[in-house]
Nanobody
Framework: QVQLVESGGGSVQAGGSLTLSCEVA????????MAWFRQAPGREREFVSA????????FYADSVKGRFTISRDNAKNTAHLQMNSLKPEDSAVYYC???????????????????WGQGTQVTVSS
């Protein structure tokens, strides 16, 4: 089983920064794509960012473009989400996800991912 563990969540004032990390372990842990989703109270889980295994293709929700940066270290089986210029509307539980054989047209959908972390809370205050 592939297991994902997120870390790095916390509380920060608007305009501040946080970096989330996701460690992947288990058989066949070298997944083809990794992603971050988030879910705020009363809202559906939404796509935030994704990265393919080669690291050359990254994807971002319009709401975070220019502020968030996703990266991965295949040798260490980790992924990161650097979040800058945080806004109160960024407050949510952030989930790391991973999957194999994800086609480009589905990379922004939660249904494409087979493995999920437990989530880490990010709270941005004004």
């Amino acid at each position: 089983q592939v297991q994902l563990v997120e870390s790095g969540g916390g509380s920060v004032q608007a305009g501040g920064s946080l970096t989330l990390s996701c460690e992947v372990a288990g058989r066949d842990s070298r997944t083809s794509a990794m992603a971050w989703f988030r879910q705020a109270p009363g809202r559906e889980r939404e796509f935030v960012s994704a990265i393919r295994r080669n690291g050359g293709s990254t994807f971002y929700a319009d709401s975070v473009k220019g502020r968030f940066t996703i990266s991965r270290d295949n040798a260490k089986n980790t992924a990161h989400l650097q979040m800058n210029s945080l806004k109160p509307e960024d407050s949510a539980v952030y989930y790391c996800a991973a999957g194999d054989g994800i086609i480009l047209s589905a990379i922004r959908t939660e249904y494409a991912y087979s493995y999920w972390g437990q989530g880490t809370q990010v709270t941005v205050s004004s």
